[in-house]
């Protein structure tokens, strides 16, 4: 079992964070290897450092024994390392071949070789099952193409490891499947694979040995063979794990959200939404499962008003609002988690309490004839840090500064102290740590038990599983089935997930009379 | 009225001066869409056009030399890019307001350079108007008598050429270079180009050096090509015309160049209808070409999109 | 993070605010300096230049009343652009609504000559700020539903009004020519300006208001010194309030910051863009009514070039405070101000100026832009350079 990659002692910190902390790894040639955590535990600043993002301040590195130092990106390629991001580094208007060919001496300098080079993909591909079309513009392809794509860049440059950060964070079920495929015929070429993930059965189901992270640390190093997921959900943790909130069950209420037919379209003018038809009654909490980009981002902002609905109806506690604005709906008592707090959620040059007041400030009593109500905002502001444990020096604090799990607790103050009727809950936990995680979900739940009506739309199936009621399935923008969520058969809902499977009769898209 | 503007159309002249009008146009906005599609905002080149046309004609006073002239206003462009570079690439600031600070800084410095080499040393106002060696026109040998189209393509001043030979050698190196490739790439995706390895900071600044010299020459070509002399602000908005004509052809080699020769033609236009001495008054003329290239800007351009990495500076995101 | 006591919180906002005035005098001090290079090689001492310098801006109550005089158009321009950016539409037509505002004025006053003051320099501000509103609003409308780079449209609207302009008043008033009752050139004279204003129609003067108040005076400078100064330390403190008092400016800088978020926050964008258009444009064709009501008393070619351009810088040392532009329009009035007795007792030329004016603004743009970590911003698709970071309140 040779040694491909060694890392000593690793230590790399950034303002006021310590996200490596001593770290040691090691990697055999022809394993895959994973790297498991939580969010912020500290796996992809390690790979970084691998691969030349950033320069550790303390440690080693040794590639096939021999101490080496990585810079810059340059570096790691050198040496045969290869990693793709989890956003990915492909340049969108430019084909296949220019991307994979991107930083790299042509044969005929400064000419372009793109024939060699499509060529050479042709091969590559046919050699590891990657089959890709090299004269395509990369942003017309499907994410599980792209993906592909980026896998291709490292093996043209011959990497002897591949890095790949959450790699299936935008595949189907069946898709993974494939990737994993792909992942052992390169391990049966020689390759070796570090495999960031914070998803317990793909360490199971696919890695030779796994290292857990935690809070920087190196928590253990295993065999995948001899444990289970229950232990490595404890070592990422470090303690026992409730994921299921107890949810009592309610009486059926009144119908809050009634969507018939519902047809929208993306931004690049194709059929987002294709007739989707559900409904939500107080007190329960309706999930949409799904891989991401089928739908759930046009969704959320068709249901809003952000987005033109081009057929169907929406109403909300009996009003029409298919084509209300943004305002209107608010104004039902409608609240809105967006999916991404930093760009669309918050303000961040704002300050906290200018943005707890984000929606409120245009009425009274915050506003008076076109003023600001300043003593009564700050009561409203300071009450509202209390209740929801807002961490924060104090309310003039840019929201920039708070951490990604205060972000979020700003926009839940803001979006449930007016207790909606109905709240629309994109990725609401997206991108926080364990603790944050476990809030955010219990103040879904309380709401839920309060009476709002909760639309969960999240690509985190086990979320979705935990705290719905009832679950429907998005695929290409049409939902494949609604089932309860006690019970529900995991399997199917992966099946339907991947399109697979349809429950519902497909509606046909409502087109609207101008 | 409309008779005598229609047989402006039909002379050769008239697009002679098309194409010499439209060249400092050319030059600036070819030299400036190489940086655009790297990501960097051009709004400064007003202000490297100046400096070229006073450093145009300081140089070629000081060396008795066109030639000298124009290495000089090619010094003058690449250290006022340079500035642009610094403020908008290592220190990262706005871009177009770091490009409006350094236009208003080359009106001062224009002003004071141009008084400081031929005023004397009296601090008056430079009374005589100073004639220095200027470039002459260049005809080129069999080209040049071709009918019709050798006086309007090959019998022109030697900056002339070069412009024109621009446009095609910019789209050939966008797209057919590995340099091109990675300009491209480091203004839709700067991060993707990092980590393969490109170094995001110094395509953009040598893609700046470029504008600057073709900016800087763009501006020399104003004093020392057709007016012979310096005038305070002698660039007279024409580097923002030729940013204009860049997002006006969506960053295409082809469309600058088509956008650049619209408004030397309204220009063109507008000069030979003032000759007539009609009835329309002189400023409408002189505010004509902008009316066209607002008004084509609103109805067949549309919403531009920008390279998508435009105007921001591009840090390593330390997570 | 823990909350932090009042001390904390106090000492901390003083910083900044320290910080925010410390940055623009550094930069300032620093263009003096670096400055000093070019008047050297004209074989001056840049200290006699300075000190010139300060004494044409300071140096007696005639010169401070010209100060006044130059710094006040550039507050409103100052402000015009500030209010602007705050809400990320970047005003580079100040000049043309400066030019318009300033001919609207002009031609009431020069028409209207029997109104009674009290009628007429209310109407006259209305129309020049109406003007101006209305000529940003072309580019705003642009911009609130196609999308539109502000920054291309309102530049080449600035060289249309300013044609516009030098057109209007080569025509003589109410003469014979076509559209004589649109001209502005004073008949009884060859060159290209208007006549005088009727009385009404300018702004008291200092001395006017002290002769009525029953003091008379004898220092002439008061007699220069108009109302204008005082509308614009009006007009700075009304910007403030809109920005950081009422709902509009809140929905205005939300839009500066992030249009996005905003829209999710239920603000309707389009409406703020055309309102700020309005604001903003408004603002800066005050400036121009200013300079004609209380200054000039008629318009001339060319007559306040630049002033619209210089609200630019006015706002960024201002750092894009509507009273921080009050302060950097005094910089750039006293430059104004001195520049010429500068020359005149040292030899340095007055282009020395604009190199010090780029310098300043270029190292105040420095000093703010490392002094704040700029925050990934997202523009989806790029619609054009953005709008600087806007933090402080």
């Keep these: 079992m040779t040694e491909l990659l060694r890392l000593e002692k690793i230590r790399k910190t950034f303002p006021g964070v310590l996200a490596n902390d001593d770290v040691d790894l090691e990697i055999r040639k022809g394993e895959i290897h994973a790297l498991l955590g939580e969010n912020g535990a500290g796996k992809t600043t390690l790979m970084n450092c691998v691969y030349g993002v950033y320069r550790p301040e303390r440690g080693h590195i040794l590639w096939k024994g021999q101490p080496v130092e990585i810079h810059q990106a340059r570096d790691a390629i050198a040496l045969g390392i290869g990693m793709v991001h989890q956003h990915f580094m492909l340049v969108p208007p430019l084909t296949v071949a220019e991307n994979v060919i991107l930083g790299l001496p042509s044969a005929r300098e400064p000419l372009l070789d793109l024939r060699s080079a499509a060529i050479r993909l042709r091969d590559l591909g046919k050699q590891y099952g990657l089959p890709v079309d090299p004269g395509i513009p990369v942003w017309q392809l499907p994410v599980g193409v792209q993906q592909r794509v980026e896998i291709l860049k490292a093996l043209y440059r011959n990497a002897e490891l591949l890095i790949l950060d959450e790699p299936t964070a935008v595949l189907t079920p069946g898709e993974v499947e494939d990737l994993f495929k792909v992942l052992k015929g390169l391990t049966q070429e020689g390759l070796s694979i570090i495999f960031i993930t914070h998803k317990l059965e793909e360490v199971m189901a696919v890695s030779d040995r796994v290292t857990v992270m935690r809070n920087g640390r190196v928590v253990q190093t295993v065999n995948a063979a001899a444990t289970n997921a229950n232990e490595l959900a404890k070592m990422m943790v470090g303690r026992e794990v409730f ?64 987005r033109p609905a081009t057929g169907g109806t929406v109403a909300v506690s009996g009003h029409d609002v298919t084509h209300a604005s943004p305002r209107e709906i608010m104004d039902l008592n409608v609240a809105f988690i967006p999916p991404d707090r930093q760009h669309t959620g918050l303000l961040l040059t704002f300050s906290v309490g200018e943005n707890l007041i984000g929606k409120e400030f245009c009425r009274p009593p915050f506003s008076k004839r076109g003023f600001l109500q300043e003593r009564l905002i700050r009561d409203f502001v300071t009450g509202a840090i209390q209740n929801y444990d807002i961490r924060t020096p104090e309310a003039a604090t840019p929201a920039k500064l708070l951490s990604g799990g205060n972000q979020q607790k700003v926009v839940l103050a803001r979006e449930l102290s007016r207790r909606p009727d109905l709240l629309i809950a994109a990725q609401p936990t997206r991108g926080l740590d364990i603790g944050a995680t476990e809030y955010v979900r219990q103040q879904m739940v309380a709401a839920r038990n309060a009476g709002t009506a909760i639309l969960l739309i999240s690509t985190e199936l086990e979320e979705v599983l935990s705290l719905s009621d009832r679950i429907a399935v998005l695929y290409e923008g049409e939902i494949m089935g609604i089932v309860p969520a006690s019970g529900a058969d995991v399997h199917e809902i992966g099946l339907m997930m991947a399109g697979a499977k349809r429950l519902t009769s497909a509606a046909p898209a409502v087109e609207e009379a101008a | 009225m409309l008779e005598q503007i229609i047989q402006i159309f039909v002379t050769v002249e008239f697009y002679a001066a098309v194409i010499r009008l439209a060249t400092p146009l050319l030059l600036a906005a070819m030299g400036g869409l190489l940086a655009e599609r790297a990501g960097v905002v051009t709004f400064g080149m007003e202000g490297m056009m100046l400096m070229g046309a006073v450093a145009g004609v300081i140089g070629s006073y000081l060396t008795g030399s066109v030639w000298g002239g124009l290495a000089l206003a090619m010094v003058a462009g690449i250290a006022m890019a340079m500035a642009l570079a610094f403020m908008a690439v290592t220190i990262g600031a706005n871009q177009v307001v770091s490009a409006v600070a350094l236009n208003i800084g080359a009106v001062g410095l224009s002003s004071t350079l141009y008084a400081l080499v031929f005023a004397g040393g009296n601090g008056d106002v430079v009374q005589t108007v100073v004639k220095v060696p200027s470039l002459s026109v260049f005809k080129v040998p069999l080209l040049g008598d071709l009918p019709i189209l050798g006086p309007i393509l090959f019998n022109q001043l030697p900056l002339v050429y070069l412009a024109l030979l621009m446009a095609p050698v910019v789209w050939f190196v966008l797209y057919r270079t590995t340099w091109g490739l990675k300009i491209r790439a480091v203004g839709e995706h700067p991060h993707a180009a990092d980590t393969v390895g490109i170094n995001v900071v110094r395509v953009r600044y040598l893609t700046l050096i470029f504008t600057g010299i073709m900016a800087g020459l763009a501006g020399a070509f104003l004093s020392i090509g057709q007016l012979n002399t310096f005038q305070e602000n002698m660039s007279a908005g024409r580097g923002f015309i030729a940013y204009t004509a860049i997002v006006f052809g969506k960053w295409e080699p082809l469309g600058v160049f088509l956008g650049t020769l619209l408004f030397g033609l309204a220009d063109a236009l507008q000069l030979r209808i003032q000759a007539l001495n009609l009835a329309i008054p002189y400023q409408f003329l002189v505010a004509f070409p902008y009316l066209v290239t607002l008004i084509v800007l609103i109805l067949f351009v549309g919403k531009a999109t920008w390279p998508a990495a435009s105007g921001a500076p591009f840090k390593r995101e330390d997570k | 993070m823990k909350p932090s006591t009042l001390w904390e919180q106090f000492s901390r906002r003083l910083l900044e605010r320290s910080f925010n005035i410390l940055i623009p005098l550094a930069a300032i001090l620093a263009a003096f300096v670096v400055s000093s290079v070019l008047i050297v090689l004209r074989g001056v001492n840049p200290l006699t230049a300075y000190g010139a310098l300060l004494s044409g801006a300071f140096g007696s109550p005639n010169a401070l009343v010209t100060t006044v005089v130059r710094l006040t158009p550039l507050v409103f321009t100052g402000l015009a652009v500030t209010y602007g950016y705050r809400s990320g539409f970047f005003n580079i037509g100040a000049e043309g609504q400066l030019y318009l505002g300033a001919m609207v004025v002009t031609w009431i006053g020069v028409t209207f000559t029997t109104w009674p003051g009290w009628l007429l320099v209310p109407v006259a501000l209305l129309g020049g700020a109406l003007v101006g509103a209305l000529w940003a609003l072309i580019p705003g409308y642009l911009k609130a539903t196609r999308g539109f780079n502000e920054v291309l449209t309102t530049l080449l609207m600035n060289y249309i009004a300013m044609q516009f302009f030098e057109w209007v008043i080569r025509i003589d008033h109410f003469g014979t020519t076509a559209f004589g009752w649109l001209g502005l050139k004073d008949p009884t004279q060859p060159f290209p300006k208007s006549a005088e204003i009727v009385p009404a129609a300018q702004l008291p003067t200092a001395a006017g208001l002290l002769t009525r108040l029953g003091i008379t005076v004898s220092t002439p400078a008061l007699q220069r010194l108009t109302l204008a100064a005082l509308l614009a330390l009006v007009a700075a403190i009304i910007v403030y309030v809109i920005l950081f008092k009422t709902t509009t400016g809140f929905r205005a800088r939300a839009v500066g910051v992030n249009p996005r978020a905003a829209e999710y926050m239920g603000v309707n964008v389009p409406r703020t863009i055309l309102t700020t258009a309005l604001i903003s444009g408004a603002l800066a064709g005050l400036a121009g009514a200013m300079e004609v009501m209380g200054t000039q008393h008629r318009v001339i070619s060319n007559f306040l070039v630049g002033a619209g351009f210089d609200g630019i810088p006015v706002a960024l040392i201002g750092q894009l405070h509507p009273l921080g532009a009050l302060l950097s329009a005094l910089f750039f009035g006293a430059l104004r101000a001195g520049a010429n007795k500068m020359q005149i007792i040292s030899g340095a030329p007055i282009a020395v100026i604009y190199v010090i004016q780029s310098l300043a603004i270029l190292f105040a743009i420095a000093g703010t832009t490392v002094e704040l970590r700029p925050r990934r911003r997202q523009p989806a698709p790029n619609s054009g350079p953005a709008a600087p970071e806007v933090d402080h309140a």
């Design chain 1, 243 to 306: 994921l299921n909130i107890p949810k009592p069950a309610l009486p059926a209420g009144e119908v809050v959200l009634a969507v018939t037919g519902l047809a929208a379209q993306s931004d690049r003018g194709l059929p987002a939404l294709k007739g989707l038809s559900f409904e939500i009654r107080r007190g329960e909490i309706l999930g949409i499962a799904g891989v991401d980009g089928n739908g759930q981002t046009e969704l959320a902002e068709a249901l809003t008003g952000l």
